[in-house]
Every structure is written in C-alpha cells, then in structure tokens.
T-cell receptor, first 113, second 113 residues
Framework: DQQVKQNSPSLSVQEGRISILNCDYT??????FLWYKKYPAEGPTFLIS?????DKNEDGRFTVFLNKSAKHLSLHIVPSQPGDSAVYFC????????????FGTGTSLTVIP | EPEVTQTPSHQVTQMGQEVILRCVPI?????FYWYRQILGQKVEFLVS????????KSEIFDDQFSVERPDGSNFTLKIRSTKLEDSAMYFC???????????FGNGTRLTVT
C-alpha cells in the first residue's frame, strides 16, 4: 500500500538551475510532510517540513510547496549545487495514521557542474 | 547538534545467529523507530516505540525481531535467528513529539552470510 509516491526515480539538473522534486500522497488525513536527503551509506538527513495549514515553507535554497487539493508536494532547490546530488525522500505523517511516517521511494538527483 | 548514534556501523553474521543493533536516540526524544533499507530498495518501516512499548509494527517485524529500551538512553533491535534476506541497512530514528522532524542515525549495515 504505497501511500506516498515519488514517480521520478531520477533527475538531472545543471548547476545553478532549479531542481524540482515531486511527491504525491493518497491519504487525505496526512497533515505533516517532510523532505529528506540521503547520501550513500548514510542515514537520511532532515531538510525541510511543512504542515497542512501552510502551502509553502522556505529555508535558504530549499522551498517546499503543498497542494492539498491535489495531494501533491514539491521541493524546489534554487540554485542547485553539485553537493545537492543525493537521493531525496518525501515523507508524510499524521491524522489517523498513528505514529508512523510514510516514505516515498526516493528520487536520485544529479547536479551536473 | 544532537544526533542519533548507531553501533556498530557494519555487522557481519552467519545465518541463524542472533544480532543486536544498538542506537542512542537524541536525549529529549520520546518516539523511537527502526527502519531498514535493502540495497536498491525503499526505506521500510519496521517498528515504532513509545512509552516503553511498541506502538506500531509492520509485517516485516515478525517474531524473530524484538526491541528494547534497557535504560534511559539505549534502544536496541534484536534479530534472534538471522536469515540471508535480513541483510540490509538498519536505521534507527527518533523524534521529540508529534509534528517535529524524525531524525535518523547513520545506520548499521547488516550482512548475513
């Protein structure tokens, strides 16, 4: 039961341009969403989150957008840097789902110098 | 910045042996998790733990698995009789309260031979 989906397994972007990573969810009870970045052989690192009462949250080069009606969120990275090359996971939490975080399958971002 | 610490970073064991993976969550966190990631696959939820008991567990978390918080700081995952398919990265995670980010350790790579 894949409640959180990342339909793009990979994305390549030129350095300095915008990276847009997408995530869709099916459970309308989710009310807290997170993005994580993961390098090989390391644990996921928390990047940014958003609660369902907002539609945008910004932290430096990272902005998360939430479209509740479409059950869609996206992560924008501007400008993209080679060090951003990693796997990005979105996660969802809340409502009637207890204490479990639901993760997408990840998008591998490559930023080309 | 406080972080989740996992030991060992790599554990090699023979099939049928018991292993204990150790974690020290962030000190003021109240919710604790184990996830695993088989090479090339998604991050899978195993179990969540709150108030000294399991709050949720997945189908993966069968009778071979157990978790314990033996003292105020450690959180352990035990696999009683390891199978080849238990080979994976195991991540411990914790968070403070609902709607705060989940923080991950760097993982233990378990190799069952």
């Amino acid at each position: 039961d894949q409640q959180v989906k990342q339909n793009s397994p990979s994305l390549s972007v030129q350095e300095g341009r915008i990276s847009i990573l997408n995530c869709d969810y099916t459970n309308s009870m989710f009310d807290y969403f997170l993005w994580y970045k993961k390098y090989p052989a390391e644990g996921p690192t928390f990047l940014i989150s958003i609660s369902s009462i907002k539609d945008k949250n910004e932290d430096g080069r990272f902005t998360v957008f939430l479209n509740k009606s479409a059950k869609h969120l996206s992560l924008h990275i501007v400008p993209s840097q080679p060090g951003d090359s990693a796997v990005y996971f979105c996660a969802a939490f809340g409502g009637n789902t207890g204490n479990q975080f639901y993760f997408g399958t990840g998008t591998s971002l490559t930023v080309i110098p | 910045e406080p972080e989740v610490t996992q030991t060992p970073s790599h554990q090699v064991t023979q099939m049928g042996q018991e292993v204990i993976l150790r974690c020290v969550p962030i000190s003021n966190h109240l919710y604790f998790y184990w996830y695993r990631q088989i090479l090339g696959q998604k991050v899978e939820f195993l179990v969540s733990f709150y108030n000294n008991e399991i709050s949720e567990k997945s189908e993966i978390f069968d009778d071979q698995f157990s978790v314990e918080r033996p003292d105020g700081s450690n959180f352990t995952l035990k696999i009683r009789s390891t199978k080849l398919e238990d080979s994976a990265m195991y991540f411990c995670a914790s968070y403070r309260d609902r709607y705060s980010p989940l923080h991950f350790g760097n993982g233990t790579r378990l190799t069952v031979t």
